[in-house]
């Protein structure tokens, strides 16, 4: 009969098990699995990339909004920059950092927090509601903000430790010509991520001006890995750099030119410099962003 097919038609056909498929052979999963291996080796430094791109843009605008502080704290205080205590007798190139975080008062009498704290001259902007202390920390690192669990004006300082993550402008000098005021040049750095110090694979002493970025890269912040840094300029621009000498005449921003002022001689701006803690500007535009990373990490 037409369209039926016999038992014997049937013997002639080689059927095929239903629902069988072939699998992956061997030699074809390695190559599955080469290609997975490729897209993670492109795809991750991509995103990791982009993660990190988008934290500088939220760390340099911290550094806007600091600025914003810093400059409604120069039309209240005689366009001077944040300054605790001065001793001009017994430390007049030299600072302390992260004293007397408890105390109420960082000018009062027999205050906890010592002349020439460096880090209570920027809490300041904090203790006169000027900033919040969420924005004292880069995005890129793995410090966290202080949660304040008292007034701000009953705190005489950062806690070391954690909570800030930038170098400011060291503002305790006997150098020559040297102020903290609104006379700075434009490019004087008032403020940027945090200043590495020496250790740690890191030495802001050792390259010199011109060289090449792996080197200059030990000199860099530890923020965004030796990769540069975010600065603040005493014009209020904020820029991502990739070298620390990026100062007045190319003054490296993380160390001082000299131990002590220099006497009237005209200074080498961009020389390598020195970086200890308690040291200050040797000369009148000379940054010397402190504390160091050292310092805060206590």
């Given at each position: 009969m037409s369209g039926c097919v016999t038992e014997t038609g049937l013997r002639g056909r080689a059927l095929k098990p239903v629902g069988s498929r072939r699998g992956f052979t061997l030699p074809e999963l390695f190559v599955v699995v080469g290609i997975v291996l490729v897209l993670v080796a492109i795809l991750v430094p991509y995103?990791?990339?982009?993660?990190?791109?988008?934290?500088?843009?939220?760390?340099?605008?911290?550094?806007?909004?600091?600025?914003?502080?810093?400059?409604?704290?120069?039309?209240?205080?005689?366009?001077?920059?944040?300054?605790?205590?001065?001793?001009?007798?017994?430390?007049?190139?030299?600072?302390?950092?992260?004293?007397?975080?408890?105390?109420?008062?960082?000018?009062?009498?027999?205050s906890a927090v010592k002349p020439?704290?460096?880090?209570?001259?920027?809490?300041?902007?904090?203790?006169?509601?000027?900033?919040?202390?969420?924005?004292?920390?880069?995005?890129?690192?793995?410090?966290?903000?202080?949660?304040?669990?008292?007034?701000?004006?009953?705190r005489g300082n950062f806690l070391a430790g954690g909570g800030l993550s930038y170098s400011y402008a060291q503002p305790f000098s006997a150098?020559?010509?040297?102020?903290?005021?609104?006379?700075?040049?434009?490019?004087?750095?008032?403020?940027?991520?945090?200043?590495?110090?020496?250790?740690?694979?890191?030495?802001?002493?050792?390259?010199?001006?011109?060289?090449?970025?792996?080197?200059?890269?030990?000199?860099?912040?530890r923020n965004h890995g030796g990769a540069g840094q975010n600065v603040l300029s005493a014009a209020g621009d904020v820029t991502f750099v990739a070298t620390p000498f990026c100062g007045v005449g190319g003054d490296n921003i993380y160390t001082t030119l000299r131990r002590a002022p220099l006497t009237g001689e005209k200074p080498l701006a961009n020389g390598p410099g020195v970086c200890e803690p308690n040291l200050g500007p040797a000369w009148a535009y000379d940054s010397y962003l402190v504390p160091l990373a050292t310092e805060a990490s206590r």
């Amino acid at each position: 009969m037409s369209g039926c097919v016999t038992e014997t038609g049937l013997r002639g056909r080689a059927l095929k098990p239903v629902g069988s498929r072939r699998g992956f052979t061997l030699p074809e999963l390695f190559v599955v699995v080469g290609i997975v291996l490729v897209l993670v080796a492109i795809l991750v430094p991509y995103l990791v990339t982009v993660r990190e791109t988008e934290r500088r843009a939220r760390c340099a605008n911290n550094l806007r909004q600091i600025q914003g502080a810093l400059s409604a704290y120069l039309r209240q205080n005689n366009n001077s920059y944040p300054r605790v205590v001065y001793d001009e007798v017994g430390n007049p190139n030299g600072y302390t950092a992260f004293t007397g975080a408890r105390d109420a008062d960082p000018f009062g009498v027999g205050s906890a927090v010592k002349p020439n704290d460096v880090t209570a001259s920027l809490w300041l902007l904090v203790r006169q509601g000027l900033a919040r202390p969420s924005i004292f920390v880069c995005p890129s690192t793995n410090q966290i903000a202080e949660e304040l669990k008292e007034s701000a004006d009953k705190r005489g300082n950062f806690l070391a430790g954690g909570g800030l993550s930038y170098s400011y402008a060291q503002p305790f000098s006997a150098a020559l010509g040297y102020r903290v005021d609104d006379s700075r040049p434009s490019t004087f750095i008032v403020l940027a991520d945090m200043n590495p110090g020496v250790g740690g694979g890191f030495d802001v002493t050792r390259p010199q001006v011109h060289d090449v970025p792996l080197t200059l890269s030990v000199a860099n912040s530890r923020n965004h890995g030796g990769a540069g840094q975010n600065v603040l300029s005493a014009a209020g621009d904020v820029t991502f750099v990739a070298t620390p000498f990026c100062g007045v005449g190319g003054d490296n921003i993380y160390t001082t030119l000299r131990r002590a002022p220099l006497t009237g001689e005209k200074p080498l701006a961009n020389g390598p410099g020195v970086c200890e803690p308690n040291l200050g500007p040797a000369w009148a535009y000379d940054s010397y962003l402190v504390p160091l990373a050292t310092e805060a990490s206590r």
